[in-house]
């Protein structure tokens, strides 16, 4: 199994600014379950980056104001 871009992970897609940064939450196999800012997808791991730190710090800021206005986990 692929190990790379576990459950917590900050992550960029390597093809495409369009996700935006994300914050993985599954894995299966080779396949990620990501929480990007507009939606979650699946991603295979190899089409996956580890995010910069501005990438990181904006989607802490994000996950944070949801976790404010909504509560739970996101």
């Known amino acids: 199994m692929n190990t790379a871009y576990g459950p917590g992970t900050y992550v960029a897609h ?3 600014d369009v996700y ?3 914050k ?3 894995a299966d196999g080779i396949h990620r379950r990501v ?6 997808a699946t991603v295979r791991a190899a089409d ?3 995010a ?3 990438e990181t710090k904006e ?5 944070r104001a949801k976790r404010q206005r909504y509560g739970g986990t996101w």
């Open 14 to 16: 390597t093809g495409t």
């Open 20 to 22: 935006g940064p994300g």
């Open 24 to 26: 993985v939450i599954g």
């Open 52 to 54: 910069s730190p501005r």
């Open 48 to 50: 996956l980056r580890p």
């Open 35 to 40: 929480r990007f800012v507009h939606f979650v």
């Open 59 to 63: 989607i802490q800021e994000w996950l």
